[in-house]
């Protein structure tokens, strides 16, 4: 550890994980750094740095590497932090950046209200691994999509137009066409598109079984239309503990689905939705949006209210309306997720009916 003094009191750790070195800087409860170093970014050499210090509150940023490394530390004995990447940036723009730099920051920001970073619960180890399988579906349906559409775009280059159908059906409605008359490699794509479907229907199988076994509350979820499989084990496995919110309707702002706001006097523009919270989740909650809002789509007061939301018109409503459905459902299945209540797909607009 270079730049070594005796640290007075409990001392505060930031360390910026890269991917083979991290950089480490230490300050004591005085704000003077009393060391700094570089360490492999694997359980031995984070160890190595750390043990010395004991009780002491360690600040990381978000990445790659945070979930293990947090685990890690936690069960060391040490006081973890794991920091918002956008709260950090908002905090420290500056012309000057590198790691060193980053480290020592984390620490500072650590030491003086650990707050002001927005810290960052991370998931289990056994919820993580079971997140992977929705990753990897994720990828998977991508991929098919991508080569779908190449595909499409290759024919229709040459004269050509393929047979319109979803990507799911894609491989069946072209396995006994002219193929190679068409383009060359025509028929290769349309036996990965197939053998890419089989391993998608394999994983669907096993997210069946994972939520049947592990993740009961999912079959609660399914209740409300447009929550599949895929859809109910993502919210579960991404909030984790339902007792995080004290409210069911904060659930939509830590998704990202609420818009945001930058009030200054009179002026209180309309802005996008913040985006922030977990992506994965938020497409598949827009999704299921969609559905309710589409022609399959049943009557229920969570489609009555994105219609009504598409009838203000203006540009783009169709799209805005499925946002506020999609926050709308994320409220609801966290609200049947806590209280166990069976869903009522008119819920409120009988009373509303009736009082009118």
Same mark, same amino acid.
């Given at each position: 550890?270079?730049?070594?003094s005796?640290?007075?009191g ?6 910026d994980?890269?991917d083979?070195?991290s950089d ?18 694997t359980e031995?050499?984070l ?7 004991v009780g002491?509150?360690v600040?990381?940023?978000?990445g790659?590497?945070?979930p293990?490394v ?5 069960g %060391?004995?040490?006081e ?5 990447p956008?709260?950090? =940036? ?9 790691d060193r730099i980053? #480290?020592e ?6 030491? #003086?209200?650990?707050q002001?970073?927005? *810290?960052?619960q ?9 997140? #992977? %399988? %929705? =990753?990897v ?5 991508r ?13 229709k280059?040459?004269?050509h137009?393929? *047979? =319109?159908?979803d990507?799911?059906?894609f491989a $069946? ?6 193929g190679e008359?068409? &383009?060359p490699?025509?028929a $290769? ?5 197939a ?8 994983l669907?199988r $096993? ?20 929550v599949g499989?895929?859809?109910?084990l993502?919210f579960?496995?991404?909030?984790e503990?339902?007792? =995080? &919110?004290?409210k069911?309707?904060?659930v !939509?702002?830590?998704l !990202?689905?609420r818009?945001?706001r930058?009030?200054s ?6 802005l ?6 977990? *992506?994965?989740?938020?497409?598949t909650?827009?999704q ?9 789509? *049943?009557?229920?007061?969570l ?7 598409k ?6 409503a169709?799209?805005r309306?499925a946002?506020a459905?999609?926050?709308?459902l994320?409220v609801?299945?966290?609200r049947?997720?806590? $209280?166990g ?9 009988a009373?509303?009916t009736?009082?009118?």
């Amino acid at each position: 550890m270079t730049e070594h003094s005796k640290a007075r009191g409990r001392v505060t750790i930031g360390i910026d994980l890269g991917d083979r070195q991290s950089d480490v800087c230490v300050v004591d409860d005085q704000g003077a750094v009393v060391g700094r170093t570089q360490a492999a970014t694997t359980e031995r050499g984070l160890t190595t740095v750390v043990k010395r210090y004991v009780g002491a509150r360690v600040v990381v940023e978000v990445g790659t590497h945070s979930p293990w490394v947090s685990r890690l530390l936690a069960g %060391l004995g040490h006081e973890l932090i794991v920091a918002n990447p956008r709260r950090v =940036r908002r905090i420290a723009e500056q012309e000057d950046k590198s790691d060193r730099i980053d #480290a020592e920051l984390l620490a500072r920001l650590g030491r #003086a209200d650990p707050q002001l970073l927005r *810290p960052i619960q991370h998931r289990g180890e056994q919820v993580q691994r079971d997140r #992977a %399988l %929705l =990753r990897v579906r994720d990828g998977l349906v991508r991929t098919r999509t991508a080569l779908v559409v190449q595909a499409r775009g290759l024919a229709k280059a040459l004269g050509h137009r393929l *047979p =319109r159908c979803d990507a799911q059906a894609f491989a $069946t409605r072209l396995a006994c066409a002219e193929g190679e008359e068409l &383009f060359p490699g025509l028929a $290769t794509l349309v036996a990965v598109v197939a053998e890419v479907s089989r391993q998608i229907k394999a994983l669907d199988r $096993t997210i069946e079984q994972v939520s049947r076994a592990r993740y009961p509350a999912t079959a609660r979820l399914r209740q409300v239309p447009g929550v599949g499989p895929i859809t109910a084990l993502t919210f579960v496995v991404t909030l984790e503990d339902p007792a =995080r &919110f004290a409210k069911s309707r904060s659930v !939509g702002a830590y998704l !990202g689905l609420r818009p945001k706001r930058y009030q200054s006097g009179h002026a209180d523009p309309a802005l996008h939705i913040s985006k922030a919270g977990d *992506p994965y989740l938020r497409r598949t909650l827009v999704q299921a949006a969609h559905y309710i809002l589409g022609h399959h789509g *049943p009557d229920t007061a969570l489609r009555r209210f994105g219609e009504r939301v598409k009838q203000r018109g203006g540009r783009a409503a169709t799209k805005r309306a499925a946002v506020a459905v999609a926050r709308k459902l994320a409220v609801l299945l966290h609200r049947l997720w806590v $209280t166990g209540a069976p869903y009522e797909p008119l819920y409120g607009v009988a009373s509303a009916t009736a009082a009118a």
